[in-house]
């Protein structure tokens, strides 16, 4: 088989870790696997660079910043295939530019746009274990880019799915994905397989496994997804296409984000083309909005409801002020956002219902619903956020 492992920061934060990680991967290619390993920058290094360009600049050049970023996974490429070849494992360790990484050009948060893998189906070749430097690319003028912040499972999911490889396994330091949080609820169970629509719905939603982005370019390329720890030798979490998954689960977990703020605009002027003044303004801000609710109106205005990123508020506020509307508009920081998440409620009924009475029962106002084929989502006071999460976790089942 031909896998690519990638080793986040915590696998590989100092050189004992990197040599049991050297070991990791020996024991793969004894077992007759070709490999591609990708790597993150040792755990706190990529901040630690960021601070020290923010000793001489708030506002840093991002080629600079790209430049200096991307030192840090050269550096663990480079010593883990010393380590590999010290072993007698032959290794070459490539930047994001040699492994053929082509990106656009906006540097600190760049798209991968292909892929040219001959020198790395050059190395395969010569039996070769590649170790490349993540989060990096190269522009098409040449310029080293950087892929945003956890970008190395996106080198890792584009390098599998250019290459066709079996799978691509993420060693990160937990052992995979859980039914949620086990440190709100120790009853937790992992989960052997999950689809990538579910997996892109936990870790939206705070389940920070995987980044998401590389979840939808996995599923895009149709890359068979592995998360394991590397500390252990547990079996891990396959993230894998629906059909794959023989039986759904009703529900596969419950997801808790911390961090959201909602905005309420009270008094709107309800006449057609408000909702696109508003909302216009804030994709343009790059406000993420997330739920929308919207009153019916009554005497001639109405109440608009949305949530956006708590680090995103002050944008959002700024915003608003620019907007310079008549409404009232008022600011919540201390919700959450609890939602359950699974495939087989596509085809039940009475799965939202089990979620609105486990709420009642538990003396939860529900303030704000939304719905999707897979999710439900609730806002609800902060200070409830993990009884509701254990709540749900027992109504539906998931310590069983
Ligand atoms: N080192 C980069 C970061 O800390 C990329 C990564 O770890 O995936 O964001
Ligand atoms: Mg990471």
Do not use: W
């Not at 609105?356 to 106002?365: H, L, P, R, V, Y």
């Amino acid at each position: 088989m031909l896998i690519v492992q990638k080793y986040g920061g915590t696998s590989v934060g100092n050189v004992e870790r990197i040599e049991a990680v050297a070991k990791r991967v020996i024991e793969s290619k004894q077992e007759g696997h070709n490999l591609v390993v990708v790597v993150s920058a040792m755990s706190g290094e990529t901040n630690k660079l960021l601070d020290f360009a923010a000793h001489f600049s708030k506002t840093p050049n991002s080629r600079e910043v790209d430049m200096l970023l991307s030192s840090g996974e050269r550096v663990t490429s480079a010593l883990l295939a010393i380590a590999l070849e010290a072993q007698g494992y032959p290794a070459v360790s490539m930047s994001g530019r040699k492994a053929g990484i082509v990106t656009d050009n906006v540097h600190t948060k760049a798209r991968i746009e292909h892929i040219d893998t001959h020198e790395m189906q050059a190395a395969l070749a010569e039996g070769k274990i590649i170790v490349v430097a993540g989060f990096q690319g190269v522009t098409h003028n040449g310029e080293v880019s950087t892929l945003g912040r956890g970008g190395s499972d996106l080198s890792a999911v584009a390098i599998a799915g250019a290459l066709e490889a079996d799978l691509c396994e993420i060693y990160t330091d937990v052992d995979g994905v859980y039914t949620t949080d086990p440190r709100i609820e120790p009853k937790a169970k992992k989960l052997d397989k999950i689809s990538y629509d579910e997996m892109l719905e936990l870790a939206s939603l705070g389940a920070k496994v995987l980044q998401s982005r590389s979840v939808e370019m996995a599923k895009k390329l149709n890359v068979n997804l592995v998360t394991r720890s590397s500390f252990n030798k547990n079996e891990g979490t396959l993230i894998t296409k629906e059909d794959n998954i023989m039986e759904q689960p009703l529900v596969s977990g419950i997801a808790l984000d911390k961090n959201q703020a909602r905005v309420t605009l009270r008094g709107v002027t309800d006449k057609p083309g408000i909702a696109a003044v508003i909302f216009k303004k804030l994709a343009d801000s790059n406000v993420n909005v997330d739920m929308i609710i919207q009153n019916v109106g009554h005497d001639g205005t109405t109440n608009l409801g949305f949530t956006v990123p708590q680090n995103e508020l002050e944008m959002t506020k700024t915003a608003m002020q620019e907007l310079n509307a008549s409404e009232v508009v008022e600011y919540d920081s201390d919700i959450v956002k609890v939602s359950v998440v699974g495939v087989g409620m596509k085809s039940h009924s009475g799965v939202a219902c089990k979620a609105f009475d486990t709420m009642a029962k538990e003396g939860i106002n529900i303030e704000m619903i939304s719905t999707s084929e897979i999710k439900i989502s609730m806002v609800i006071q902060a200070k409830y956020g993990e009884l509701a999460v254990r709540a749900l976790h027992s109504a539906y089942q998931l310590d069983k």
